[in-house]
Nanobody
């Protein structure tokens, strides 16, 4: 199994930056893809960015430009650099990992970290 723990959330003023971290443990070598999602109050969870084991990244069009996903495979840490934050970026940010063990593909969510952007 895989365990994920996010950190780095907090309160920031509009225009500021934050870097979120997600530390993976357990069967980390089985992870093929990792992602950041976010969920604002009253809204559905939405994809922010993905990164594969080969370090290929992908962003929905709405997330391009201010968000950057990266991964330190040596430390098993996933990052999300967020710049020029806006109040509408306020949400709980979740780390997600896709992994295969014994031929079975599964996904795991972290507990989430709150990001609040004040105007």
């Amino acid at each position: 199994q895989v365990q994920l723990v996010e950190s780095g959330g907090g309160l920031v003023q509009a225009g500021g930056s934050l870097r979120l971290s997600c530390t993976a443990s357990g069967s980390v070598d089985s992870i093929s893809i990792m992602a950041w999602f976010r969920q604002a109050p009253g809204k559905q969870r939405e994809l922010v960015a993905t990164i594969t084991k080969e370090f290929r990244t992908n962003y929905p069009d709405s997330m391009k430009g201010r968000f950057s996903i990266s991964r330190d495979s040596a430390k098993n840490v996933l990052y999300l650099q967020m710049n020029n934050l806006k109040p509408e970026d306020t949400a709980v940010y979740y780390c997600n990992a896709g992994f295969s063990i014994d031929g079975t593909y599964s996904t795991k969510w972290g507990q989430g970290t709150q990001v609040t952007v004040s105007s």
